[in-house]
């Protein structure tokens, strides 16, 4: 079993920045792809970054130079460092753990809110 506690979520004015952060209960980094989704109200959660265990990175068009993600492993906790955000990245952010070797073998945080509003 895996915990995931997100942390750093907040109530920004467009264009400032946020870091989220995503604890995990363990050292899990090498075989566990970790990512960070979000899900806006009245809307399908969906894909912002992901992290592989080799280290290799992906995210969703509309962040692309904007976000970052990115891991500490003596920390166990993977990061969103999010820049320039728009009122359109106002939603609930998740981190999500998923075992690479074990198809369907995944775990949620509990979520964290991001707000992006004058």
């Known amino acids: 079993q895996v915990q995931l506690v997100e942390s750093g979520g907040g109530l920004v004015q467009p264009g400032g920045s946020l870091r989220l952060s995503c604890a995990a209960s363990?050292?899990?980094?090498?075989?566990?792809?970790m990512g960070w989704y979000r899900q806006a109200p009245g809307k399908q959660r969906e894909l912002v970054a992901g992290i592989t265990p080799g280290g290799s990175t992906n995210y969703r068009g509309s962040v692309k130079g904007r976000f970052t993600i990115s891991r500490d492993s003596a920390e166990n906790t993977v990061y969103l460092q999010m820049n320039s955000l728009k009122p359109e990245d106002t939603a609930v952010y998740y981190c999500k753990a998923e075992h690479v070797y074990s198809s369907g073998v995944a775990y949620w945080g509990q979520g964290t809110q991001v707000t992006v509003s004058s």
């Open positions: 363990g050292s899990i980094f090498s075989i566990y792809a």
